[in-house]
């Protein structure tokens, strides 16, 4: 291919209008994260209550059975047993604000229950629950009720430790 001077001339025209490194560095998207616990800008206790008086006493604070019967000194109890008995049923699992349907897979992830549940009564409850995660970019995750068990909508804002990897 032989270049003649009216090409180059095009070429370098074209090249001058290209955006160069720095530019390109510059106009780079900042990148979403999301908040965990342990992070510095969690939301604080105050930012907590101010969503709880927006949905009532709907805003709870979980718990996980199975991380009280993991626990050295509940292995006996009657709790611990109480959750053996009634883990194995899906509707039990589906009703319990702390469990999720799996519990991890060995040396991959492990099942972390959310900090805060929204047990949403009513549309307002979804809406404060949704901004309020997006406003503190939190995780959210939808945890709905059935029909069957008559188990209230709960939105839990999400912040597990553990991935896939």
Known sequence: MQL????????????????TASTVRAQAPTIFQRVRPSDPSWPDEGRWKALGEKVGERL???????RDCIAAEALQG??????????????????????TQNFGWLDA????????????ANSA??????NFARKNRLRLVVKAGDTA???PPMLRTRCSSGRAG
């Open 60 to 66: 709870v604070k979980v718990r996980s059975p199975l």
């Open 4 to 19: 003649d001077r009216r090409s180059f001339a095009f070429g370098a025209a074209s090249a001058a209008l290209l955006p």
């Open 149 to 151: 068990t008559s188990a």
């Open 125 to 130: 409850d979804v809406v404060a629950a949704v």
């Open 78 to 99: 009657a709790a611990c047993a109480d959750f053996i008995k009634h883990v194995k049923n899906p509707f039990y699992i589906g009703d319990e604000i702390g469990l």
């Open 109 to 120: 992830w492990t099942s972390q229950p959310s900090e805060y549940a929204v047990v949403a």
